[in-house]
């Protein structure tokens, strides 16, 4: 009777996305500030937990502009908060509206 050989697996290694870069744009196309995440939908949570309520990011480097609708709203805390959290928090929501090509910056 033959052997069977045994697979070994190898596990694979899982990436850390990057940390990406999103300017934040106003209609006319002037960038007011830089949000940080792995993606734009991250950096557009962001912007919308600071009240912004129109969000366009172009990512550094690359002439696409993720439009976003966002909001926030008021939420209870989860249960394990810590002491310093109050019961009430802002939770943000964001949705995706499309993609816009840019010719110039």
Known sequence: MAKKSKKTSKKKKVK?????YFALR???GKELG??????????A???????EKHIELRERGT??????KGSRKKVNAPANRPDWMPAKIWRPV??????????KI
Do not use: C, E, W
């Open 16 to 20: 850390t996305p990057v940390k990406r």
């Open 26 to 28: 106003t209609s006319k």
């Open 34 to 43: 830089t949000y940080t995440g792995r993606s734009p939908r991250q950096a």
């Open 45 to 51: 949570m962001k912007a919308a937990n600071r009240g």
């Open 63 to 68: 002439m696409k502009v993720h439009v976003y």
């Open 94 to 103: 964001v949705k995706k509206v499309g993609i816009k090509k840019l010719k």
